[in-house]
C-alpha cells in the first residue's frame, strides 16, 4: 500500500487476510529472541493449552506450525493416512477442490462428491457411500466447514451423525481455516479426528501460522500412517513437547506474541460472543445484498456462511471490474470470484477482528461501485436494510455499561 498512496485506511473486507488489530500489531512489534530459553516455550504452553479452547476440545493436541492453511492441509493428512488409502471429499468450491487436488499429489485414492458450486456437501451421498463400505476401506472422509470461494458452510454435525450411524471408523478431517473463530465449531462434540484453522483468518493475524488439531483417533492413526513427512511430522512435534522445549524447528517469535494478544482480545470479548458477532455481521450483510436486488451465490439458507457472502452479479456485468473498481476509486477491497464463478461474483468477507460500522462503511462503498459500473442500486438501500436490523441487533459494549 505505500507504493499506491491513498489517503485514509484501506477498507479490508476480503475473506482473508482480514484486520490486524493495533493491539497484535504492538504485540508483534519486538526484537528476536532465544527459543530455546525459558520465555519462549512457557509462552508456547500456554498458547496450546488456550488454542483448544478455540477448537472447543478437551482431548485434542495442537500443533503451531509456520505454515498457512495449504500447509495444516498436508500435515493433516500426511500424519494421520498412507499412500493408496481412500478418501472422501467434497468438491463445492475452489478450495474444496484444492485440497482434493493435494490429496490426489499425495497420491490417495479420492471418491469425489461433487456438487454446483453455491451448494453444500452432499451428504446423501456420503450416506450412501459409508452404508456401502462394509469393508471400511474408507480411510477419511474430508470436508471444508465453509468454502469462502462461494459462502457456503456445511453441517459438521450431520456428517458425524452419518458416521456413527453406520459405525464407521473413517477418520473426520476438517478444513476449518474461515470458520473456527468466527462460526459455531465443537470438535469434541462432533467428534472431529482433526480440525485447521489459519492465523490470517478469524484470529486476525498475518498469515504464517497453520493451527491443528489432533484427536486421540488422529494422533494413533500417526503412528501407523506411511506418508512420507518432515517438515510436518506430528511425531517431531510431540517429542519436543515431552522435552517441555516444544519446537522441532525455530518458530516465528513475532507471531507467538502475536497470537498470545488476539487470543486475549477474543477471550476477553468471549468466543460465544464471537460468534454471536459474526452472525450478526453476515445476516446484516445478506439483507443488503437483498435490498440491492443482487442475489446470494449460496442456494439455500441452511448454508449460509456468516464469515463470506458471494454476490451474483448480472450478466451484463464483470464482477472483476466490480473489485478493481472498489479498489481504485474507494480504497476498498472485496473477494474476487474465482475459477467457475469468475466474473459471476464478487465476495464480502466479514470476520475477524470486525465490528458493525465497519462493515456498513463496506456496504456504502459496495453501492457506489454497483453505481458506477451500471448497475441501477437505489442509493442507500443496502446500507438501510443492514442498519435497521443491526440497530436492533447491537449489544453494549461490555466494558462500558
Given at each position: 500500500?505505500?507504493?499506491?498512496?491513498?489517503?485514509?485506511?484501506?477498507?479490508?473486507?476480503?475473506?482473508?487476510?482480514?484486520n490486524?488489530p493495533?493491539?497484535?500489531?504492538?504485540?508483534?512489534?519486538?526484537?528476536?529472541?532465544?527459543?530455546r530459553?525459558?520465555?519462549?516455550?512457557?509462552?508456547?504452553?500456554?498458547?496450546?493449552?488456550?488454542?483448544?479452547?478455540?477448537?472447543?476440545?478437551?482431548?485434542?493436541?495442537?500443533?503451531?506450525?509456520?505454515?498457512?492453511?495449504?500447509?495444516?492441509?498436508?500435515?493433516?493428512?500426511?500424519?494421520?493416512?498412507?499412500?493408496?488409502?481412500?478418501?472422501?471429499?467434497?468438491?463445492?468450491?475452489?478450495?474444496?477442490?484444492?485440497?482434493?487436488?493435494?490429496?490426489?499429489?499425495?497420491?490417495?485414492?479420492?471418491?469425489?462428491?461433487?456438487?454446483?458450486?453455491?451448494?453444500?456437501?452432499?451428504?446423501?451421498?456420503?450416506?450412501?457411500?459409508?452404508?456401502?463400505?462394509?469393508?471400511?476401506?474408507?480411510?477419511?472422509?474430508?470436508?471444508?466447514?465453509?468454502?469462502?470461494?462461494?459462502?457456503?458452510?456445511?453441517?459438521?454435525?450431520?456428517?458425524?451423525?452419518?458416521?456413527?450411524?453406520?459405525?464407521?471408523?473413517?477418520?473426520?478431517?476438517v478444513?476449518?481455516?474461515?470458520?473456527?473463530?468466527?462460526?459455531?465449531?465443537?470438535?469434541?462434540?462432533?467428534?472431529?479426528?482433526?480440525?485447521?484453522?489459519?492465523?490470517?483468518k478469524?484470529?486476525?493475524?498475518?498469515?504464517?501460522?497453520?493451527?491443528v488439531?489432533?484427536?486421540?483417533?488422529?494422533?494413533?492413526?500417526?503412528?501407523?500412517?506411511?506418508?512420507?513427512?518432515?517438515?510436518?511430522?506430528?511425531?517431531?512435534y510431540?517429542?519436543?513437547?515431552?522435552?517441555?522445549?516444544?519446537?522441532?524447528?525455530t518458530?516465528?517469535?513475532?507471531?507467538?506474541?502475536?497470537?498470545?494478544?488476539?487470543?486475549?482480545?477474543?477471550?476477553?470479548?468471549?468466543?460465544?460472543?464471537?460468534?454471536?458477532?459474526?452472525?450478526?455481521?453476515?445476516?446484516?450483510?445478506?439483507?443488503?445484498?437483498?435490498?440491492?436486488?443482487?442475489?446470494?451465490?449460496?442456494?439455500?439458507?441452511?448454508?449460509?456462511?456468516?464469515?463470506?457472502?458471494?454476490?451474483?452479479?448480472?450478466?451484463?456485468?464483470?464482477?472483476?471490474?466490480?473489485?478493481?473498481?472498489?479498489?481504485?476509486?474507494?480504497?476498498?477491497?472485496?473477494?474476487?470470484?474465482?475459477?467457475?464463478?469468475?466474473?459471476?461474483?464478487?465476495?464480502?468477507?466479514?470476520?475477524?477482528?470486525?465490528?458493525?460500522?465497519?462493515?456498513?462503511?463496506?456496504?456504502?462503498?459496495?453501492e457506489?461501485?454497483?453505481?458506477?459500473?451500471?448497475?441501477?442500486?437505489?442509493?442507500?438501500?443496502?446500507?438501510?436494510?443492514?442498519?435497521?436490523?443491526?440497530?436492533?441487533?447491537?449489544?453494549?459494549?461490555?466494558?462500558?455499561?
Amino acid at each position: 500500500m505505500d507504493r499506491y498512496f491513498a489517503p485514509g485506511t484501506n477498507h479490508l473486507f476480503v475473506p482473508g487476510p482480514v484486520n490486524i488489530p493495533d493491539h497484535v500489531i504492538r504485540a508483534m512489534n519486538r526484537n528476536n529472541e532465544d527459543y530455546r530459553a525459558p520465555p519462549i516455550p512457557a509462552l508456547t504452553r500456554d498458547l496450546l493449552e488456550d488454542v483448544k479452547k478455540i477448537f472447543k476440545t478437551t482431548t485434542g493436541t495442537p500443533f503451531l506450525i509456520p505454515t498457512t492453511g495449504t500447509g495444516a492441509w498436508e500435515s493433516a493428512l500426511t500424519n494421520t493416512l498412507s499412500p493408496g488409502d481412500r478418501t472422501v471429499s467434497f468438491l463445492i468450491g475452489q478450495f474444496s477442490l484444492l485440497w482434493i487436488d493435494q490429496q490426489k499429489r499425495l497420491r490417495f485414492n479420492v471418491d469425489v462428491i461433487e456438487s454446483e458450486w453455491g451448494q453444500g456437501a452432499n451428504l446423501e451421498i456420503l450416506a450412501e457411500k459409508i452404508a456401502a463400505d462394509r469393508a471400511h476401506t474408507i480411510k477419511a472422509v474430508c470436508i471444508v466447514h465453509n468454502e469462502t470461494a462461494t459462502g457456503v458452510t456445511n453441517n459438521l454435525a450431520a456428517v458425524r451423525r452419518i458416521l456413527d450411524e453406520y459405525s464407521h471408523p473413517a477418520l473426520f478431517l476438517v478444513d476449518g481455516v474461515s470458520s473456527i473463530c468466527a462460526l459455531d465449531f465443537r470438535m469434541d462434540e462432533w467428534g472431529v479426528d482433526v480440525a485447521l484453522t489459519g492465523s490470517q483468518k478469524a484470529l486476525s493475524l498475518p498469515t504464517g501460522m497453520g493451527i491443528v488439531c489432533a484427536g486421540p483417533k488422529a494422533l494413533e492413526a500417526s503412528k501407523s500412517a506411511q506418508s512420507v513427512r518432515f517438515f510436518f511430522d506430528w511425531n517431531d512435534y510431540l517429542k519436543f513437547y515431552k522435552l517441555g522445549t516444544f519446537w522441532p524447528y525455530t518458530p516465528s517469535i513475532q507471531l507467538l506474541y502475536g497470537m498470545r494478544a488476539a487470543l486475549d482480545i477474543i477471550f476477553e470479548e468471549g468466543l460465544d460472543n464471537v460468534i454471536e458477532r459474526h452472525s450478526r455481521l453476515g445476516k446484516a450483510t445478506r439483507l443488503a445484498v437483498e435490498a440491492w436486488g443482487l442475489k446470494n451465490c449460496t442456494q439455500r439458507e441452511e448454508w449460509f456462511s456468516d464469515t463470506v457472502t458471494a454476490v451474483v452479479v448480472p450478466p451484463y456485468i464483470d464482477s472483476t471490474e466490480i473489485v478493481k473498481r472498489a479498489w481504485k476509486r474507494y480504497n476498498l477491497s472485496l473477494g474476487l470470484g474465482l475459477n467457475k464463478v469468475a466474473g459471476k461474483v464478487f465476495r464480502i468477507g466479514h470476520l475477524g477482528h470486525l465490528n458493525d460500522v465497519q462493515l456498513l462503511g463496506c456496504l456504502a462503498g459496495v453501492e457506489m461501485v454497483l453505481k458506477d459500473v451500471g448497475y441501477p442500486v437505489k442509493m442507500g438501500s443496502g446500507v438501510g436494510a443492514a442498519s435497521a436490523y443491526l440497530q436492533n441487533t447491537i449489544p453494549l459494549i461490555p466494558s462500558r455499561i
